[in-house]
């Protein structure tokens, strides 16, 4: 094994620039795809854990999971009827604090009751249709980064005053409103209530901004006009990505309809997935590009060494030895320019780290980026199958030429 890796050494030392420019094929390959996958899984990251950790993990609504039957259709099983209006069925989830206390029993994350309400906003002449979700600051910490959001206030001002609400900063600027502002919320069953404006807040969300407010429990229950009152039930998993197999059994448990943050956004998540897709694409390009440097580098050097083959055969070396000895010289190429990749790799990701920007739309200042060592392995372990599959076919070819007829000049 020794001698094979100093022949290689010495083919691979003699043809210097050759062999600097196989490796730095490598290294670019290598260092661009770390790169891309570093800034790709990094972006991704940072809009899942935007997307994902602004909002709850899993919902539970007081919607059944399976529609109620009709009284005749529980009757008469051959008996079929239309028209007919359903029984009048409660809202809200019965047992709230029941079933919240059945579920904390196992669920690996927190809960928090809520109260879903739809009211019509008035402020100086304007009526606004917002949604009103009443919470539990105490818990709303928990589930939502919503604390981490308010841009005045906190989420305990809610305690500050009596029927005290939480605008969206955008909500508050379209009608004018500030802290302390007074206004009127009337729901759709006919309640109406003044309201007073404790904090705003900002998640980033157009449409949560522009359309929502915050208020304590009971204030929500006062405008369903229903004491106790709650329609849904908030989980935030431990682990983002089991929030699915948890909702299907919490689904099972409870009899109500449980929806996840990836059934919720399918339609994005499937875009990730092509998005994923797509750079693994780019990135196996890079490398594969750079193995035709490999390949061009060592065919080379097994067309030039051709006279130093017959001399190794003719001294007793076997085909597998001779093949040995160019796969070696591809293997130590890919493995340098792996090494170099890193470094060239590692640099180029803190340079896009580092790199400032500002947009209408986003306050982040610089490029989510992802360091892992998965990005490095997967890198290095490609550039290796590269520059072995490179090598072997040249070493192959070398390893089947006769010395005879190489001695004798026939090629």
Known sequence: MNLILTIAWTHVRHRARQTLVAIAGVMTGVGFSVMMAAMMEGSQDDFIRTLVDALPHISITDELRQPTRQPADIAYAAAEFHGLTPDVRRPGIKNPMATI?????????????????????????????????????????????????????????????????????????????????????????????????????????????????????????????????VNEIRVRTHDPMAARLISERIGEQTGYKSISWQEAQEDLLSAITLRNVLMYTIVGAILLVASFGTYNIISTITHEKTRDIAILKSLGFREHTIRAVFIVEALLVGLVGAVLGWIFGYLLTRGLASLEFKTPFSDYNHLPVLYSVKHYLLATGVALVSSLVAGYFPARSAARLHPVDIIRGAT
């Open 101 to 229: 206390a059945s579920l904390q029993s196992w669920v690996p994350g927190a809960l928090t009751p809520s109260v879903q309400s739809k009211a019509v906003l008035r402020f100086a002449g304007r009526n606004l249709t917002v949604s009103i979700i009443g919470i539990d600051p105490r818990t709303e910490a928990d589930v939502s980064n919503l604390a981490t959001h308010m841009k005045q206030g906190t989420l305990h001002s809610l305690y500050r005053s009596s029927n005290a609400i939480l605008l969206g900063d955008r909500l508050a600027n379209k009608i004018g409103a500030r802290v302390n502002s007074n206004i009127t919320l009337a729901s759709a069953e006919g309640a109406t209530m003044n309201a007073t404006v404790v904090g705003t807040f900002h998640t980033g969300f157009r449409m949560t901004d522009e359309t929502t407010g915050y208020v304590l429990l009971k204030t929500a229950q006062i405008l369903e006009k229903q004491t106790g009152i």
